[in-house]
């Protein structure tokens, strides 16, 4: 276990060239940033995850509530035992063989169905009250962290130059306020990391965790090779865009129309600005150039730019859904109508009332009460529970 540590730490890898780890440990004049301190943002993640909880319980609920927040769900779809079956054993979006299957066999006619499957959907997704409560916790933790990422880098001498960031590297001294906003930084991103798996479930899960894994990544790496300067730059430079949509998302919820614009515009010029402007410009250019300058090339530095560029890739890909979403709503005369939020946070929305399945509806009159408990057939399902009589693969 000794020699797989010694290994893993290796100077050579973690470190500018002729600098040691016992360069950096503290001493009664000067304290460095050290592996160790890292431990301290599990516990403090979990903490930070209770605090959620009660903080979206007893604060943000009320809150909602009193804003006429929705609190009930979508309308529920009427029990069928046989499209309950399809439903939960085979597919969530039949395609038009079964659903004329599924006409004949029950007598419905080709619509009804579809508007059954839309509204057993939409069972599934959470309501507005949970997704206002959600955002609450989001904006009121990211404002908070960006105030004090804020007053902290205003007294720094790198927020306005940024080569200050690499003066004296690596002996550059952790003062309390950077080590209290890296750990808090760390321990907030770590409780998003596995709370992701209960929270609502979004369409850019995939990438949201990606942004996660990445940005743990970064933290972990900036603070062990003390890029502590740099790292809060970019802190700060993320949390300034996440607070606007947040609000933007809360005034959505409370069915604020015109000040959901507002926040989103907002929301759009920063992010623009940020991701694409300051942080390639101003970030990577300081680690690409300004860096090497002062301590060269070494193997974790390389890393730190992987990193810093999966980030820009990211960045890119919402930067083009929002301003893709935005051209289109424009060029279509429907801008007044669009909800500007499903461009970068397309979460889990209520589908439409008007049925979106684009297959033609059959001439067949809606029973009763008779199909209704999926009853009627022989055999009761009539073969449309296997994948083998579709074309669409459970």
Not at 243 to 264: G, H, I, W
Not at 324 to 347: E, F, I, M, Q, T
Request: charged fraction near 20%; proline fraction near 5%.
């Amino acid at each position: 276990m000794a020699g797989i540590l010694a290994w893993f730490w290796n100077e050579r890898f973690w470190l500018p060239h002729n600098v040691t780890w016992a360069d950096l440990k503290n001493t009664e004049e000067a304290t460095f940033p050290q592996v160790e301190d890292l431990y301290l943002a599990f516990p403090l993640a979990f903490c930070i995850f209770m605090i959620r909880m009660v903080f979206e319980r007893f604060i943000a609920k009320p809150c909602a509530l009193g804003l006429k927040v929705q609190a009930s769900g979508p309308q529920k779809a009427q029990p069928n035992a046989i499209l309950e079956k399809v439903f939960t054993a085979i597919t969530k979006h039949p395609d038009e063989k079964r659903l004329e299957g599924l006409s004949k066999q029950l007598d419905w006619d080709v619509r009804s169905i579809q508007r059954w499957f839309r509204q057993r959907r939409n069972q599934e997704k959470p309501s507005t009250l949970r997704r206002f409560c959600e955002s609450s916790w989001r904006f009121t933790f990211h404002l908070y962290i960006f105030t004090y990422g804020s007053r902290l880098l205003k007294k720094s001498p790198w927020l306005w130059n940024t080569r200050s960031c690499w003066t004296g590297y690596p002996y550059q001294p952790l003062i309390p306020e950077i080590h209290y906003y890296y750990i808090v930084e760390l321990s907030y991103y770590w409780s998003l990391m596995f709370s992701q798996f209960i929270d609502i479930k979004r369409k850019d899960f995939s990438i949201m965790f990606t942004h996660h894994i990445v940005t743990v990544l970064l933290l972990t790496l900036s603070y062990t090779v003390n890029f502590t300067r740099v790292g809060c730059l970019t802190l700060c430079l993320h949390d300034a865009s996440d607070v606007v949509l947040e609000a933007a998302k809360m005034a959505n919820y409370c069915k604020y129309q015109r000040l959901c614009d507002f926040f989103f515009l907002k929301f759009a010029i920063i992010f623009i600005i940020t991701r694409l402007g300051l942080y390639p410009f101003w970030i990577l250019n300081t680690v690409f150039f300004e860096l090497p300058e002062v301590a060269g090339g070494f193997p974790a530095l390389t890393i730190f730019v992987v990193l810093l560029l999966t980030l820009q890739v990211l960045h890119c890909l919402w930067s083009y859904l929002i301003i893709k979403a935005a051209y289109k709503a424009v060029s279509k005369g429907k801008a007044g109508k669009w909800n500007p939020l499903h461009a970068r946070d397309d979460r889990s929305d209520i589908e439409s009332s008007s049925d979106e399945e684009s297959s033609p509806a059959l001439s067949k009159n809606s029973h009763s009460s008779a199909a209704t408990n999926g009853t009627s057939g022989a055999n009761g399902t009539n073969g449309y529970l296997t994948s083998t009589n579709s074309a669409e693969e459970p």
